[in-house]
């Protein structure tokens, strides 16, 4: 069974920064699979950054140059770092993994103020 814990969320002005971090409990194929998503109030759950197969990152448009996820293998994470935060990415974000069973953090607010 695999359990994902996030972290770092939290309250940031527009044009701050915030790091979440996503822990990894149980067994995983690859980290590689592990990406971040975020639902904000009254939307659909939309993904944020992933990896692709060979370990190139991915973006959605909106966050693109301001946001960058990596990953520690030995310790089996992955984090989002959020920079030149806006208003508009107050969400609650999720780590989730995929192989074959989907699997989802319990998510992390993270709230940014104009």
């Known amino acids: 069974q695999v359990r994902l814990v996030e972290s770092g969320g939290g309250l940031a002005q527009a044009g701050g920064s915030l790091r979440l971090s996503c822990a990894t409990f149980?067994?995983?194929?690859?980290?590689?699979?592990m990406n971040w998503h975020r639902q904000a109030p009254g939307k659909q759950r939309e993904l944020v950054a992933t990896?692709?197969?060979?370990?190139?990152?991915n973006y959605a448009g909106s966050v693109k140059g301001r946001f960058t996820i990596s990953r520690d293998n030995a310790r089996k994470t992955v984090y989002l770092q959020m920079n030149s935060l806006k208003p508009e990415d107050t969400a609650v974000y999720y780590c989730?993994?995929?192989?074959?069973?989907?699997?989802w953090g319990q998510g992390t607010q993270v709230t940014v103020s104009s």
């Open positions: 990896f692709s197969s060979d370990g190139t990152p």
């Open positions: 149980g067994s995983i194929f690859s980290i590689n699979a």
């Open positions: 989730h993994y995929y192989d074959g069973a989907h699997y």
